[in-house]
C-alpha cells in the first residue's frame, strides 16, 4: 500500500497556525466541560477566595459560570490572564519546585479561550471599577470598564463551539454533569474552609458552607451515614503529616470512589496512596474491596513534581516509598486504635446532599457482610403519605421487555441438560458436589441460582409488585442522582415505584414480588448500589440486563447458606431448563466438570 504521506509538494513539514496550535494545545488541557470548572475553581482558591458559586447549563457545554469572592485583579492583569504561558505564580523555573498555588502554567483561561467564548469581571477592592475582558479563539476581543463587586467572575459559553470533533465524542449530558460534581465535591471536602455551591439550571445540587472541618464537609457531600463509619486519622513524621479521616473496616466498596487524597490543598488521584491504605487494612477487607478514606498530606512542596500531568491530578514524590509506608503506618495505627477515637459528630444541620449508596462486588460477594444501609421509615409529619398496604398486583411487561425476552440467547444442548444429575453432597456451603454422565460437576449454587432467576424475570409475562409498609428511603449526592434518573423508567418496568422525596432523595414505596415477603430492605438498597456502580448506559437493552441481572442476584441463594438434599435436586432441575445454564447472568461459570481422565492426570494415575 502507497505510503500518502509520501506522494507531492502538500505534504512537506510545515509549522501550523497560532489558531491549530492553540486549539490542540487547549485539548490536553479543557478535555470536558468539569476539565474548565476545575481549571477555574484553581485560580478562585489561588485568589483568596472564601466563597464560590459554580452555575451550569446544558452540562458545561452550553455554560460555565464561576464566581468567586478572591482578590480581583488589575486591568492590566485581567488583559494578560488570557495570554498563553502568562501568569502571577512563577517567574522562573526554580519556583516551579517550591509551588504552593494550584496553578502555575499560565494556561487556563488561554487553554478555555481557544475553544469557547468567555467573559472575565473582576475588580480589586482598592480600584473602584472593576474590569470586563471579553475573548475567544483569536484572543482578547474587547476590555472596559464595568461595575462589579470585589472578586471575578468567568462566564464560558458555547465549549468546543470550533472544535466539533472535541464535542462529538463528549458522552451524554448527565455523565458530563455527573463529572463536573465529582470535581466540586473533591473541593468542598479539601478546602472546608471554603463556602461551595453548584447550580445545574438554576437548582441547588450542592452546597457545603466554610466551617473549616473537613468532618463537617464530608457529612455535607457523603451524609450523615457514611461520616458515622469515619474515624480520625493524624500521623506526622519528618517527611509528611497526615490527616483526614478512614473508614472501619464495615464500610468498604468494590472500587476507590470514595476515597479522596489532597497533597498540600491540591486533589490529587493516586493508586499508589490507595495501595498504602488498602495495606494499611492488611486482612481486615476481603480481596477486591476499599475503604472510605478522605487524606490531607502536608509535604515539603520542593520534594513533590506537581507538572506531571497537563491535568495536574497526578504528583510524583521524591520520597514516595517513605510518604507510603508513612500512610500504611498511620491507618494500621488507627485502626488497631479505633475504639478510643471519636466518631465524627454530627450537628444538626440542612445537609443538601446527604449519602452515597455502596456498591457490591459481584466477586467478593459474601465473603464480608456487606454495609446494611440505614433504612429510614417516613415520619407521621412527612410530606410523603403511602398508600395504604394493598395486596398484591400485577402489571403488564412492556413491548421493551417482551423484545428483549424474544432476543433472549439459546444454545445449544449439552451432556448436563441431557442426562441425569447424581447429587452427591454440598462444600463449604457453597459449591454443590454431582456426577453426570462419569463426570465430576461442581457447580456454584449462587451462580446457579441467579442463571435461573433470571431467565424467570425474562420469562414473566406479568410481573407482579407489593407495596412497601414501610417505604425505603434512598439520600444519594448529586451524582448518584444524574445516575439513577435514567434507570427510574426501567425499575417502574419491572415493579418498583421511585419518586423524590426533598433534596436529592427517593422514596421507594413498591417493588416486584419475585423478592417475596420483603422483612429487610436491604435488598432495595443493593440493587440500586449495583445500578450506580454500572454508571451511566445509554443502550436500553444493556439497561434492562443491568437490571435484570442485579435482581436476580439478589434474589438468588447466597454463598455460604446450608442446602439440603432436595433443595440441591431441585436447583439442578430448574437450572437443566435454562437456556444458557452454563454462566450467571454476569458472565461467571455456574459450573465446572472433570472427566475421570482429567482427575487421573491430576492425580498422575496414568496407565
Same mark, same amino acid.
Not at 482578590?71 to 522562573?92: E, Q, R, V
Given at each position: ?399 421493551? &421487555?417482551?423484545?428483549?425476552?424474544? #432476543?433472549?440467547?439459546? *444454545?445449544?444442548?449439552? %451432556?448436563? @441438560?441431557?442426562?441425569? !444429575?447424581?447429587? +452427591? ?65 426501567? &425499575?417502574?418496568?419491572?415493579?418498583? #415505584?421511585?419518586?423524590? *422525596?426533598?433534596?436529592? %432523595?427517593? @422514596?421507594?414505596?413498591? !417493588?416486584?414480588? +419475585? ?93
Amino acid at each position: 500500500m502507497n505510503n500518502v504521506f509520501c506522494d507531492g509538494d502538500n505534504n512537506k513539514i510545515h509549522i501550523l497556525d497560532e489558531v491549530t496550535i492553540s486549539k490542540i494545545a487547549a485539548g490536553e488541557v479543557i478535555e470536558r466541560p468539569a476539565s474548565a470548572v476545575k481549571e477555574l475553581l484553581d485560580n478562585s482558591i489561588d485568589a483568596g477566595a472564601t466563597d464560590i458559586k459554580v452555575e451550569i447549563e446544558g452540562s458545561g457545554v452550553k455554560r460555565i459560570s464561576v464566581k468567586d469572592n478572591g482578590c480581583g485583579m488589575s486591568h492590566d492583569d485581567a488583559y494578560m490572564a488570557f495570554k498563553k504561558h502568562a501568569t502571577s505564580k512563577l517567574k522562573n523555573i526554580d519556583d516551579l519546585e517550591n509551588v504552593h498555588t494550584l496553578g502555575f502554567r499560565g494556561e487556563a483561561l488561554s487553554s478555555i479561550a481557544a475553544v469557547a467564548k468567555v467573559t472575565l469581571t473582576t475588580r480589586r477592592s482598592k480600584d473602584i471599577a472593576g474590569t470586563r475582558v471579553i475573548a475567544g479563539s483569536d484572543g482578547v476581543e474587547s476590555i472596559s470598564e464595568v461595575g462589579a463587586p470585589v472578586g471575578t467572575s468567568v462566564e464560558v459559553i458555547d465549549l468546543f463551539y470550533n472544535t466539533p470533533a472535541r464535542r462529538k465524542y463528549l458522552k451524554s449530558g448527565r455523565t458530563e454533569l455527573a463529572h463536573i460534581t465529582d470535581v466540586f465535591t473533591n473541593y468542598a471536602i479539601g478546602h472546608p474552609d471554603i463556602s461551595f455551591t453548584l447550580l445545574n439550571e438554576g437548582k441547588v445540587v450542592l452546597r457545603s458552607p466554610a466551617t473549616g472541618n473537613m468532618g463537617d464537609s464530608i457529612v455535607y457531600i457523603h451524609g450523615a451515614e457514611i461520616a458515622r463509619m469515619l474515624v480520625p486519622i493524624l500521623w506526622e513524621n519528618d517527611i509528611v503529616k497526615i490527616c483526614g479521616y478512614i473508614s472501619k473496616p464495615e464500610l468498604s466498596r468494590s472500587g476507590t470512589d470514595l476515597q479522596f487524597f489532597c497533597v498540600n490543598g491540591r486533589c490529587i488521584s493516586s493508586k499508589a496512596l490507595s495501595n498504602a491504605i488498602r495495606l494499611g487494612y492488611y486482612t481486615l477487607l476481603p480481596k477486591g474491596r476499599y475503604p472510605a478514606a478522605f487524606l490531607h498530606l502536608e509535604i515539603d512542596p520542593s520534594t513533590v513534581d506537581v507538572n506531571v500531568h497537563p491535568r495536574k491530578t497526578e504528583v510524583r514524590f521524591s520520597h514516595e516509598k517513605e510518604i507510603m509506608d508513612a500512610v500504611t503506618a498511620a491507618v494500621d495505627s488507627t485502626l488497631k486504635a479505633t475504639h478510643l477515637v471519636p466518631e465524627i459528630k454530627v450537628k444538626d444541620k440542612p445537609v443538601i446532599v446527604q449519602k452515597i449508596l455502596y456498591e457490591k462486588g459481584k466477586e467478593e460477594e459474601n465473603k464480608l457482610e456487606p454495609l446494611q444501609l440505614s433504612t429510614y421509615v417516613l415520619e407521621e409529619n412527612a410530606t410523603y403519605h403511602p398508600p395504604v398496604r394493598d395486596t398484591e398486583r400485577r402489571i403488564k411487561t412492556s413491548s421493551r &421487555l417482551q423484545s428483549r425476552l424474544q #432476543s433472549s440467547p439459546q *444454545f445449544e444442548e449439552s %451432556a448436563f @441438560v441431557g442426562y441425569d !444429575v447424581k447429587i +452427591i453432597g454440598q462444600f463449604e456451603n457453597l459449591y454443590i458436589i454431582a456426577e453426570v454422565e462419569k463426570k465430576l460437576l461442581l457447580v456454584d449454587q449462587h451462580a446457579a441460582h441467579e442463571r435461573v432467576m433470571y431467565e424467570r424475570i425474562l420469562d414473566l409475562k406479568e410481573i407482579g409488585w407489593q407495596e412497601l409498609l414501610n417505604p425505603v428511603t434512598l439520600e444519594l449526592n448529586p451524582k448518584e442522582k444524574v445516575i439513577l434518573e435514567d434507570y427510574i423508567p426501567y &425499575l417502574e418496568e419491572v415493579g418498583f #415505584s421511585i419518586s423524590e *422525596f426533598g433534596n436529592n %432523595a427517593y @422514596v421507594v414505596t413498591t !417493588v416486584p414480588t +419475585i423478592f417475596g415477603k420483603m422483612e429487610k430492605p436491604d435488598v432495595v438498597h443493593d440493587i440500586i448500589s449495583d445500578l450506580l456502580s454500572a454508571g451511566r448506559i445509554k443502550d436500553e437493552t444493556e439497561i434492562h440486563n443491568h437490571v435484570f441481572s442485579s435482581m436476580a442476584c439478589r434474589a438468588a441463594i447466597k454463598a455460604g447458606a446450608v442446602c439440603n438434599k432436595e433443595q440441591m435436586i431441585d436447583l439442578i432441575r430448574q437450572l437443566k431448563k435454562c437456556r444458557n445454564p452454563y454462566t450467571c447472568p454476569h458472565g461467571r461459570p455456574t459450573m465446572i466438570s472433570f472427566t475421570k481422565e482429567e482427575l487421573d492426570r491430576l492425580f498422575k494415575r496414568t496407565g
